[in-house]
C-alpha cells in the first residue's frame, strides 16, 4: 500500500533562513510525486511536480528515490511562503495520495 | 475565479439528516474527485469519477455516495450513516490525457458542520 510521511506539523524558521519540508514515501510502483500549497483563505494549489525538475518561488524538491524522499527546500524563506504544504503521491489509478502537510511559519 | 466552484460554503445540518454537497467545474475535466480535510489527518479522498457515468471508492466511502451524470458536476452526498461528517470538504477536477503533466484543480471547499 502506499503512504506518504510528512513528520512535522509545524515548522518556524526565520525570513532568510534556509528552509526544508521533508517527504517520505512508500510505493511499490515508479513514484510521481507533487507537491501542492495552500495559503491562508486560498485554495489548494500545485507547488512542484518531480517530473518537472523546476523552480518555483524558489523552491526546488529533488526525488531520491534511494531514500524514498521527495523534501522541499528554500535557500531563503519569505514571509509570503507561511502556507500549508502537502506533499503527494500519484498512484496507478491515477489518484493523488496525500501526507498530513506540514504547516510552515516565516517569522519576519 | 472560476474553473471550479464548490456550494455552500457552510453548511450545517442536524444529526441524521442527509445533506449534498455541490461541485461544478467548466475546465472540461473528465476526472473529478472529493476529498475530505481534517486537521492532522491532510487530504483523504473519498470519492472519484474518471469519466461520465462512472465512479469508484476512495480510501473513505463509507457513508458517502456520489453521482456522476454531467461532465461538469459531481455532487457529493453526506448520508447519516457518515459517523463523524463534520470536516472541510474539497473537489478537484483533472484533464485526462497525458499523465505526468497533468495536475489537480482544486475548489474552495465547503465546511461542513454536523450540530
Known amino acids: 500500500a502506499q503512504r506518504v510521511t510528512q513528520p512535522e506539523k509545524l515548522l518556524s524558521v526565520f525570513k532568510g533562513a534556509p528552509v526544508e519540508l521533508k517527504c517520505n514515501y512508500s510505493y511499490s510502483g515508479s513514484p510521481e510525486l507533487f507537491w501542492y500549497v495552500q495559503y491562508s483563505r486560498q485554495r489548494l494549489q500545485l507547488l512542484l511536480r518531480?517530473?518537472s525538475r523546476e523552480s518555483i518561488k524558489g523552491f526546488t524538491a529533488d526525488l531520491n528515490k534511494g531514500e524514498t524522499s521527495f523534501h522541499l527546500k528554500k535557500p531563503f524563506a519569505q514571509e509570503e511562503d507561511s502556507a500549508m504544504y502537502y506533499c503527494a503521491l500519484r498512484t496507478g489509478a491515477n489518484n493523488l495520495f496525500f501526507g498530513t502537510g506540514t504547516r510552515l511559519t516565516v517569522i519576519p | 475565479d472560476g474553473g471550479i466552484t464548490q456550494s455552500p460554503k457552510y453548511l450545517f445540518r442536524k444529526e441524521g439528516q442527509n445533506v449534498t454537497l455541490s461541485c461544478e467545474q467548466n475546465l472540461n475535466h473528465d476526472a473529478m474527485y472529493w476529498y475530505r480535510q481534517d486537521p492532522g489527518q491532510g487530504l483523504r479522498l473519498i470519492y472519484y469519477s474518471q469519466i461520465v457515468n462512472d465512479f469508484q471508492k476512495g480510501d473513505i466511502a463509507e457513508g458517502y455516495s456520489v453521482s456522476r451524470e454531467k461532465k461538469e458536476s459531481f455532487p457529493l452526498t453526506v448520508t447519516s450513516a457518515q459517523k463523524n461528517p463534520t470536516a472541510f470538504y474539497l473537489c478537484?477536477?483533472?484533464?485526462?490525457?497525458?499523465?505526468?503533466?497533468?495536475?489537480?484543480?482544486f475548489g474552495p471547499g465547503t465546511r461542513l458542520t454536523v450540530l
Open positions: 518531480h517530473i
Open positions: 478537484a477536477s483533472m484533464a485526462s490525457g497525458t499523465r505526468s503533466y497533468n495536475e489537480q484543480f
